[in-house]
């Protein structure tokens, strides 16, 4: 069974900093491209961030570029995402996601960033 696990969201002033994780288990992480993706109330889930499976190519919305790095442990089967510079609208449910033609899904974690 597939389980995405991911931990380390909270509430946070603007400017602050967060790093996200996802424990993945039961698949061959090492094959599988690695996102977050987040979703704010009333509004459709976006992507953040992914990276490949050896972690080798990265992309990130245009919105987070330069504040959001996105990373990986192969060999603890983990992927991260440092946030930093937050920002209000940065607020969110954020979901960590394994694709290799098939999806599989997290829980979520939520990340409130208000003063």
């Known amino acids: 069974q597939v389980q995405l696990v991911e931990s380390g969201g909270g509430l946070v002033q603007p400017g602050g900093s967060l790093r996200l994780s996802c424990a993945a288990s039961?698949?061959?992480?090492?094959?599988?491209?690695m996102g977050w993706y987040r979703q704010a109330p009333g509004k459709e889930r976006e992507l953040v961030a992914t990276i490949s499976s050896i972690g080798s190519s990265t992309n990130y919305v245009g919105s987070v570029k330069g504040r959001f790095t996105i990373s990986r442990d192969n060999a603890k089967n983990t992927v991260f995402l440092q946030m930093n510079s937050l920002k209000p609208e940065d607020t969110a449910v954020y979901y960590c996601?394994?694709?290799?033609?098939?999806?599989?899904w997290g829980q979520g974690t939520q990340v409130t960033v208000s003063s």
């Open positions: 996601n394994a694709n290799a033609g098939t999806l599989h």
């Open positions: 039961g698949l061959l992480f090492r094959f599988y491209t």
